[in-house]
């Protein structure tokens, strides 16, 4: 278990703890029995058509067949780009044993990235055998595989001691009044730095990382009133969302 320092855009390390390889493992084989199990009740479904169907040389049944055989198994090739995208980096097999995939920058991956690990999983897996990915997963200094390599992405445990959180938005009362305009000079990903350190120092008690950071946002946006550091940090959030859903 390796543990891995990312700089922030304030200057300020966020430490994430990579999984044990027999966690990265296991997850793995969990997904594959989830498409096994669905491999092989798609194939008794399409058998059972095929027989009940089936009236000798069909020709337009077997075009429809063939459509029925891509349609059924599109989701096996789609399996981990749909579920990494829609839950945040993780597959269900990840899900379970507690990891997930950011971006090297310590957000939340882009589109591309997920693309990107998606493409090269057979150069990684099948191709290589699973040789590739092994490899460079215990032998990188932050046990990526060729995808996370190329990708710029990282699998990480999500029970740490410091984490992003899955998004920067908040509901807000109808009546909410913003207070500091300059936070719309930070981006996404300073939000999310944000939120990930305000949700360390309440889940840990520890207040020192938000400190420094408010101090460092007053420095970089001009702020001179003074708000408790955990405050202002709450407050720069609920701002960051009022504007944004002004725009």
């Known amino acids: 278990m390796e543990k891995i320092k990312i700089p922030t855009s304030f200057n300020i390390e966020l430490d ?19 498409l096994v199990a669905y491999y092989n009740i ?5 058998r059972a058509i095929m ?11 077997l075009y429809n067949m063939n459509a029925l055989y891509l349609l059924f ?14 839950m945040n980096g993780q597959s269900i097999g990840k899900k379970l044993m507690h990891i997930k995939v950011i971006g ?7 589109l591309h990235q997920y693309l990107i690990r998606w493409l090269t999983r057979p150069f990684d897996i099948v191709f290589s ?16 595989r060729l995808g996370d390599m190329a990708a710029g992405t990282l699998v990480i445990k999500t029970k740490i ?19 500091f305009p300059q936070v719309m000079r930070l981006s996404d990903r300073d ?15 520890n207040f020192d990382v938000a400190a420094r950071l408010s101090d460092k946002i007053r420095n970089v946006l001009d702020i001179t009133e003074y708000v408790e550091p955990v405050a202002f940090l709450e407050i720069l959030l609920k701002d960051y969302n009022y504007y944004s859903n002004k725009e």
């Open 16 to 34: 994430f703890e990579t999984p044990e390889f027999h966690k990265r493992l296991f997850a793995w084989v969990i997904d594959i029995c989830i």
């Open 51 to 61: 027989h009940s169907q089936n009236s000798g040389n069909n020709l337009p049944l």
């Open 161 to 179: 001691e410091t984490d992003i959180d899955d998004t920067v938005f908040l509901e807000l009362e109808d009546a909410y009044k913003p207070r």
């Open 129 to 144: 055998l699973g040789l590739a990915g092994l490899l460079t997963t215990v032998l990188s200094k932050k046990n990526q």
């Open 42 to 46: 798609m194939m008794y479904v399409l």
């Open 73 to 86: 198994f599109l989701p096996i090739l789609l399996y981990h780009l749909f579920f990494e995208i829609i």
């Open 104 to 110: 090297e920058n310590g957000g939340r991956p882009a």
């Open 191 to 205: 939000m999310n730095t944000i939120k990930g350190v305000l949700n360390n120092s309440i889940r840990y008690r």
